[in-house]
């Protein structure tokens, strides 16, 4: 009985899913959706070429000193970094000295890190550690909203990882601001860029909180003579934000192509193995059962001392 009512009520259920997609199908087919400004303009990341990039790829550290240095003078006043700590940076070719420098002088790093006064207790400041991660540029997320017109500026450690085109989307984004298109308020006069966003048709929705960061060309001084064009720049920095995801990018691959080579390798031996021990082998069929001549010997004899004839 149980399992008659079990019959009913998934067959029940298969005929509810049924109709639901009958219906659907028959509703998108009549009524199509309407198109939308976003599906229309919005745009891939555009493809960006870095030293990182494939299986053998290696990280350009001249090319990541630049990154940081778009990122500290740049996008530190509103993004942070929380992942990634100050003697990280020695990965970058700086020295204990230069990292040292880096998170404790004003000249480079002015956000100081929450501590505790040990002779009162009461919460305080101080210059960082280059044990300390690199400290938020706000206290909290009320701050940080109340700073860029309610908009919550994300993290950059992992924005690579967490953005369909990683450094590709970053530098596009970067480099995509500019006038809505003509045909776009044409064809959809409702979607006019409200007030306090920006046009960037790199972004989902087509409208960004964010506004330029990269303006002009010369915006940062590289210390190494590299011409600072703002294409250059979002280059830099989008190189940077890949090291600062994921810092042992380079360690890994190494370690994939040893593993890549020995199973190679061992494919190899085993191959060859195989032809000088196996290939060569014969198999020998013994016969078994009453048609083995040892069992055909042993019957005749049985069956004379029986005085069993034929």
């Not at 048709?201 to 303006?215: E, G």
């Not at 915006?219 to 250059?232: A, E, F, I, L, S």
């Not at 040893?258 to 060859?272: H, M, Q, T």
Request: with cysteine; charged share 20%.
């Amino acid at each position: 009985m149980v399992r008659v009512i079990g019959f009913f009520v998934g067959a029940a259920f298969a005929l509810v899913l049924l109709i639901s997609l009958f219906v659907g199908v028959s509703e998108y087919v009549s009524s199509p959706p309407a198109p939308t400004a976003e599906a229309e303009f919005h745009l891939p990341p555009k493809p960006l070429h870095l030293a990182s990039d494939g299986p053998f790829g290696h990280f350009d550290k001249k090319q990541l000193q630049r990154g940081l240095k778009v990122y500290t003078e740049v996008c530190s006043a509103c993004h942070g970094l929380d992942h990634v700590a100050f003697r990280d940076l020695s990965q970058l070719g700086y020295n204990e000295a230069q990292v040292k420098n880096y998170a404790s002088s004003g000249n480079y790093w002015k956000t100081e890190v929450p501590d505790i006064n040990p002779d009162t207790g009461e919460a305080s400041t101080r210059k960082p550690l280059p044990s300390d991660h690199f400290p938020p540029p706000f206290p909290n997320e009320i701050a940080a909203r109340a700073a860029n017109n309610n908009a919550l500026p994300p993290d950059l450690s992992m924005i690579v990882k967490a953005r369909e085109g990683g450094a590709a989307y970053v530098h596009s984004i970067l480099t995509g601001y500019q006038n809505q298109p003509a045909e776009l308020l044409k064809k959809f006069p409702a979607s006019k860029t409200p007030a306090n966003l920006h046009y960037n048709p790199y972004f989902a929705n087509l409208n960004i909180a964010m506004p330029p960061p990269l303006t002009t060309d010369g915006q940062v001084t590289y210390d190494d003579g590299t011409k600072p064009t703002v294409d250059q720049m979002a280059t830099d920095v989008s190189a940077f934000l890949v090291w600062a995801a994921e810092p042992n990018l380079e360690r890994r691959h190494s370690a994939g192509i040893a593993v890549v080579v020995f199973l190679l390798f061992g494919s190899i031996l085993a191959f060859f193995a195989y032809k000088n021990v196996w290939a060569e082998a014969k198999r020998t069929v013994r016969a078994t059962g009453p048609l083995d001549p040892e069992n055909v010997a042993k019957r005749k004899s049985a069956s004379r001392k029986a005085g069993i004839k034929g």
